[in-house]
């Protein structure tokens, strides 16, 4: 089972971009259905992004990510990607990384057994 680490979060202004990664340790992670939550003070975990492992590569996105997020991968170095653009006040949240040993991916939280600690995304405007 892989052990996950998110890092790239921090405070931006609106409109701003940045990136996170999530890193993993131990064996498969290129088998492994990855994914990225987020959770805003005060309310639920919401979905952002999937992607499948297994070399399939294609991703789902939450409506409020469309066209604004991009989730991608590098199986070479274990790390899974959130670039976030067009950045805005209500992105505002710990953004979790999330990993599942199966081809195809969820994109509700019960369905990922494996979580990264979370970093914060704050966007101010």
């Known amino acids: 089972q892989v052990q996950l680490v998110e890092s790239g979060g921090g405070l931006v202004q609106a409109g701003g971009s940045l990136r996170l990664s999530c890193a993993a340790s131990?064996?498969?992670?290129?088998?492994?259905?990855m994914a990225w939550f987020r959770q805003a003070s005060g309310k639920e975990r919401e979905f952002v992004a999937t992607?499948?492992?297994?070399?399939?590569?294609?991703?789902n996105y939450a409506d409020s990510a469309k066209g604004r997020f991009t989730i991608s991968r590098d199986n070479a170095k274990n790390t899974m990607y959130l670039q976030m653009n067009s950045l805005r006040p209500e992105d505002t949240a710990v953004y979790y990384c999330?990993?599942?040993?199966?081809?195809?991916?969820?994109?509700?939280?019960?369905?990922?057994?494996?979580w990264g600690q979370g970093t914060q995304v704050t966007v101010s405007s």
């Open positions: 992607i499948r492992g297994s070399g399939l590569g294609s991703s």
């Open positions: 131990g064996h498969g992670f290129s088998t492994y259905a």
């Open positions: 999330a990993a599942r040993a199966d081809i195809m991916y969820f994109t509700t939280p019960g369905a990922y057994p494996v």
